[in-house]
């Protein structure tokens, strides 16, 4: 039997921050107290009152296939949403709702980019992103961001890497893997250089908006000179801690969230039901609970970065949202405890994770070979015995 897979599927590579995951609970089912920094999952449970709307559809015996592109009042809760929240107009056609915002995400590139149509993505970058764009038979092109710019990038990198062949801008504020946050001016001076360009899609990737901790979120969706080019995805993951619910969505121009629609009816058809009635409630109820999981997100930053910043030849920035610290760490590499060379930075997840015990997530899976990543959605005692460990397994080396 031939069980040679699709080139498509064995150009693909697995996902580092999901390896990294399940070689923890390897080492934790052999005993081992492992202190797992490297996935990207609020750690408080979704709030009561979404609980018990989902509860309410079950009784209600909301049980059959659901419309491809969502619920017409969850598409009606989404567009309300967007109007509140953003100042964006999206009327309920425009809105397609999928499994997750990475299925929104991977939606929309599958239905405007052919092939070896090029796609710009700021580095460091979520670890999906040139997966995707690979499946959608595009080309990745990388503009570096490092820690020295705030991981962000400028109008001048932006301009420098747009060719007659690009077809889509795809990047993520606030970001993962880095927590930083394009503020309203370089946002609009981004626009300014994508109304030059009328063939390019934005593709905003807006899933953490609301774990924000320098003040109002900001779009790029807002600028009138974008108008119909830009697709916002957003989710109920991160800010209402419904990651297992799996609900993502879009606001699209027509046409996108039509095509969308299209390739979602032949793929997955409507996404559950019940998570979609507890996706209701999500956006329609208040957003107490998410501002107090916010609270906790923050003082969590603050005491990773004040440990962070104790540890000699580390360097890290002030992530501004999101529930990343994102260090630099070359400073260690060449270095070794003996046993054990530091050549880059998976060696150094690797080195964490045997010498320390607590898992990150190397920075080379976000395009950022100098990084790691660690995820602070956890509490603040584990996250103190965890960056006391990193502190001392670091210290070893010489």
Same mark, same amino acid.
């Given at each position: 039997?031939?069980?040679?897979?699709?080139?498509?599927?064995?150009?693909?590579?697995?996902?580092?921050?999901?390896?990294?995951?399940?070689?923890?609970?390897?080492?934790?089912?052999?005993?081992?107290?492992?202190?797992?920094?490297?996935?990207?999952?609020?750690?408080?449970?979704?709030?009561?009152?979404?609980?018990?709307?989902?509860?309410?559809?079950?009784?209600?015996?909301?049980?059959?296939?659901?419309?491809?592109?969502?619920?017409?009042?969850?598409?009606?809760?989404?567009?309300?949403?967007?109007?509140?929240?953003?100042?964006?107009?999206?009327?309920?056609?425009?809105?397609?709702?999928?499994?997750?915002?990475?299925?929104?995400?991977?939606?929309?590139?599958?239905?405007?980019?052919?092939?070896?149509?090029?796609?710009?993505?700021?580095?460091?970058?979520?670890?999906?992103?040139?997966?995707?764009?690979?499946?959608?038979?595009?080309?990745?092109?990388?503009?570096?961001?490092?820690?020295?710019?705030?991981?962000?990038?400028?109008?001048?990198?932006?301009?420098?890497?747009?060719?007659?062949?690009?077809?889509?801008?795809?990047?993520?504020?606030?970001?993962?893997?880095?927590?930083?946050?394009?503020?309203?001016?370089?946002?609009?001076?981004?626009?300014?250089?994508?109304?030059?360009?009328?063939?390019?899609?934005?593709?905003?990737?807006?899933?953490?908006?609301?774990?924000?901790?320098?003040?109002?979120?900001?779009?790029?969706?807002?600028?009138?000179?974008?108008?119909?080019?830009?697709?916002?995805?957003?989710?109920?993951?991160?800010?209402?801690?419904?990651?297992?619910?799996?609900?993502?969505?879009?606001? @699209?121009?027509?046409? =996108?969230?039509? #095509?969308? !629609? %299209? +390739?979602?009816?032949?793929?997955?058809?409507?996404?559950?039901?019940?998570?979609?009635?507890?996706?209701?409630?999500?956006?329609?109820?208040?957003?107490?609970?998410?501002?107090?999981?916010?609270?906790?997100?923050?003082?969590?930053?603050?005491?990773?970065?004040?440990?962070?910043?104790?540890?000699?030849?580390?360097?890290?920035?002030?992530?501004?949202?999101?529930?990343?610290?994102?260090?630099?760490?070359?400073?260690?590499?060449?270095?070794?405890?003996?046993?054990?060379?530091?050549?880059?930075?998976?060696?150094?997840?690797?080195?964490?994770?045997?010498?320390?015990?607590?898992?990150?997530?190397?920075?080379?899976?976000?395009?950022?070979?100098?990084?790691?990543?660690?995820?602070?959605?956890?509490?603040?005692?584990?996250?103190?015995? @965890?960056?006391?460990? =990193?502190?001392? #397994?670091? !210290? %070893? +080396?010489?």
């Amino acid at each position: 039997m031939n069980q040679k897979v699709s080139s498509r599927i064995a150009s693909l590579a697995v996902s580092q921050t999901l390896a990294m995951a399940q070689k923890s609970r390897e080492l934790q089912a052999q005993g081992i107290d492992v202190i797992n920094l490297s996935v990207g999952e609020p750690d408080f449970p979704t709030p009561d009152h979404i609980k018990e709307a989902a509860k309410k559809a079950i009784d209600n015996n909301f049980s059959y296939y659901s419309p491809v592109p969502g619920y017409k009042d969850l598409r009606d809760a989404i567009s309300a949403k967007f109007k509140r929240e953003n100042n964006l107009d999206f009327t309920p056609e425009q809105i397609v709702v999928s499994c997750g915002a990475k299925h929104s995400i991977a939606n929309v590139l599958a239905c405007v980019v052919d092939k070896d149509d090029e796609v710009i993505i700021p580095a460091p970058f979520w670890v999906s992103y040139i997966e995707m764009v690979k499946l959608a038979d595009g080309k990745s092109v990388i503009i570096d961001a490092g820690i020295d710019q705030d991981f962000k990038v400028t109008p001048q990198q932006l301009e420098a890497a747009i060719t007659p062949k690009t077809r889509a801008f795809l990047f993520s504020s606030p970001s993962n893997p880095t927590g930083s946050l394009y503020s309203r001016e370089e946002l609009k001076a981004l626009a300014d250089v994508f109304a030059k360009h009328e063939n390019i899609i934005i593709i905003s990737d807006e899933i953490y908006e609301h774990i924000n901790y320098v003040g109002k979120h900001e779009s790029i969706a807002q600028f009138e000179n974008l108008k119909d080019r830009v697709v916002v995805v957003n989710g109920v993951s991160k800010g209402y801690a419904m990651t297992g619910w799996r609900i993502g969505y879009i606001g @699209a121009p027509l046409w =996108i969230s039509k #095509a969308c !629609e %299209k +390739l979602q009816g032949q793929v997955t058809s409507g996404v559950c039901s019940i998570a979609q009635k507890a996706s209701v409630a999500a956006l329609n109820e208040s957003l107490a609970p998410t501002l107090e999981m916010k609270k906790a997100f923050l003082r969590r930053r603050n005491l990773v970065l004040e440990k962070a910043r104790q540890i000699k030849g580390m360097k890290a920035n002030e992530p501004g949202g999101a529930f990343y610290v994102f260090p630099d760490i070359s400073s260690f590499f060449g270095k070794s405890d003996g046993s054990m060379v530091i050549n880059n930075c998976d060696d150094m997840s690797l080195y964490l994770l045997k010498e320390a015990f607590v898992a990150t997530v190397a920075g080379s899976a976000f395009g950022d070979n100098n990084c790691i990543r660690f995820s602070y959605a956890t509490s603040d005692e584990i996250l103190e015995k @965890a960056m006391d460990r =990193i502190k001392a #397994a670091l !210290e %070893k +080396l010489k």
